[in-house]
């Protein structure tokens, strides 16, 4: 089971969905297979630390729960990450509403990310991570689908909700925000 | 850190990066990487920031059994749809037929009387070359009401609508099949 390349390869996914719906219950491995890691590596770089799993679980449910609204003229993986984004937004506009209500106590901060980082010792890529996690919200989302996924500017505005040319002004700026960072 | 001063470029890094360049664009890519020293440096920051991004592990069969089960149309739905496109094929195409006919002028008796007479003296054209070759004429072709009530000229005019009738050339071709002769004899 490999993982598309880029965007992915939208023919053999439009076979697998098209499997799937007849009933084969190995297309869908092979769809999760393609494409679960890209969404867990854009969730993840979102600052989602939490339950990464759980999203891209969900995710994946709700795709393939209506995998019938899917149009082809996107790809399956831009529109997981279209899905996934949704998901993280909806969190964490639940998560401000608890904030208000509940004060965070010190345990809730310590998270599995952050046990992950105290494990690794290589300075230079925390210092990496840490540049990319100063940028804004929008900026490191378009950012991590630029650099880490590699999508094109038009579907990384379809993404986000946005267009081509705020795309490309967001991914320079983060370019310039991660420079000006890492130089200090 | 100088930037290049050439968007181009600089925006292709990160395709370059994921190898989504076609062959040409890739080559002119690369060549310019090659003199542009802040291109170079980026690049190579892109991909230290693409290597140092999280990787989190992911259960592909975990998530795969979390799905739901694809919404396939049961046999008997399908029946359903053929069953409910008949009854509207025959309601739609009833009323279709009865609107039709309601719309339909009736034929007035004239007409009737017309018809009948036409018929009748194409029958009477048809009995005397009957008789004058021996052959029994049909019988009367009479469709309808009888042309008694018709005055002289509506008769006149009766035959040289007949006679326009046969005039108009058939709109098919004729079907029978010609005599063929081959050598001495006949088929």
């Given at each position: ?12 996914d ?9 009933g ?49 003229d ?8 279209t ?8 969190r964490?506009?639940?998560?401000m ?49 630029r650099v ?7 579907e ?7 267009t ?21 | 850190?100088t930037?290049?001063?050439n968007p181009?470029f ?16 890739r ?8 003199d542009c ?6 690049l ?8 140092a ?9 975990a998530?795969?059994?979390a ?13 359903l ?15 279709g037929v ?32 009957a008789?004058?070759?021996?052959q029994?004429?049909d ?12 005055t ?23 079907q029978s ?9 006949g088929?």
């Amino acid at each position: 089971m490999t993982e598309a390349g880029g965007s992915g390869d939208a023919r053999e996914d439009l076979e697998l969905i098209e499997a799937w719906r007849a009933g084969d219950e190995r297309a869908a491995s092979a769809l999760v297979g393609r494409h679960a890691p890209a969404v867990a590596r854009f969730v993840a770089s979102c600052g989602e630390r939490r339950e990464v799993d759980e999203l891209v679980q969900d995710t994946f449910v709700r795709a393939f729960g209506a995998i019938e609204s899917f149009r082809a003229d996107s790809s399956l993986r831009t529109w997981l990450f279209t899905i996934a984004r949704r998901l993280m937004l909806d969190r964490r506009r639940a998560e401000m509403r608890r904030r208000d209500r509940v004060e965070v106590s010190e345990a809730d901060a310590v998270t599995q990310f952050d046990a992950l980082d105290a494990v690794v010792a290589d300075e230079t890529r925390r210092q990496l991570r840490r540049a990319v996690e100063d940028l804004s919200p929008k900026q490191r989302e378009v950012f991590t689908l630029r650099v880490t996924e590699g999508l094109t500017y038009k579907e990384i505005a379809d993404v986000v909700g946005t267009t081509e040319g705020a795309a490309r002004v967001h991914y320079h700026n983060a370019v310039q925000a991660i420079k000006e960072f890492l130089d200090d | 850190m100088t930037e290049c001063g050439n968007p181009e470029f600089r925006d292709a890094l990160p395709d370059l990066l994921h190898g989504r360049l076609d062959d040409a664009a890739r080559a002119r890519a690369e060549a310019h990487v090659r003199d542009c020293g802040a291109c170079r440096r980026e690049l190579a920051l892109l991909g230290s920031l693409r290597a140092a991004m999280p990787q989190p592990a992911v259960n592909v069969a975990a998530i795969a059994a979390a799905l739901p089960a694809p919404r396939r149309r049961s046999a008997w739905t399908s029946h359903l749809w053929q069953m409910a496109a008949a009854v509207v094929f025959l309601v739609v195409g009833g009323s279709g037929v009865v609107t039709y006919l309601r719309r339909t002028p009736r034929i007035d008796s004239t007409a009737m009387a017309t018809v009948a007479a036409t018929t009748r003296v194409a029958a009477g054209h048809e009995s005397a070359a009957a008789s004058t070759s021996g052959q029994p004429a049909d019988v009367e072709l009479a469709v309808g009401y009888g042309y008694t009530d018709l005055t002289e000229a509506q008769l006149e005019s009766l035959l040289k609508d007949v006679q326009d009738i046969k005039a108009v050339p058939m709109a098919e071709p004729d079907q029978s099949t010609p005599d063929v002769t081959i050598g001495n004899g006949g088929v």
